[in-house]
Nanobody, 119 residues
Framework: EVQLVESGGGLVQPGGSLRLSCAASGFTFDDYAMSWVRQAPGKGLEWVSSISWDGSDIYNAESMKGRFTISRDNAKNTLYLQMDSLKPEDTAVYYC????????????WGQGAQVIVSS
């Protein structure tokens, strides 16, 4: 059974940092690209960042470029999202997702990690 379990969310002040983790199990982690997707209160899903199976290719949404860094540790079957210079508009539930083989979507999602950026 595929499982994706996020951790590391919480309340942070504007300008602060958080690191999200996503522990993966039930599949061969280093065979797949992985992504982070978020959903702000009352809004739709927004893609954040993606990383190839070996970490050699990374893609970031423009609004988060330079502030968010995706990475992975294939030895630990874990995906990360380092978030710096956080803004109130970054408040959202952050999901890790396993990319489909064809790269056209996601076939498994975690339960989400709440991030609240507020003073």
């Amino acid at each position: 059974e595929v499982q994706l379990v996020e951790s590391g969310g919480g309340l942070v002040q504007p300008g602060g940092s958080l690191r999200l983790s996503c522990a993966a199990s039930g599949f061969t982690f280093d065979d797949y690209a992985m992504s982070w997707v978020r959903q702000a209160p009352g809004k739709g899903l927004e893609w954040v960042s993606s990383i190839s199976w070996d970490g050699s290719d990374i893609y970031n949404a423009e609004s988060m470029k330079g502030r968010f860094t995706i990475s992975r540790d294939n030895a630990k079957n874990t995906l990360y999202l380092q978030m710096d210079s956080l803004k109130p508009e970054d408040t959202a539930v952050y999901y890790c997702a396993k990319d489909e083989v064809n790269g056209l979507g996601y076939d498994y999602w975690g339960q989400g990690a709440q991030v609240i950026v507020s003073s």
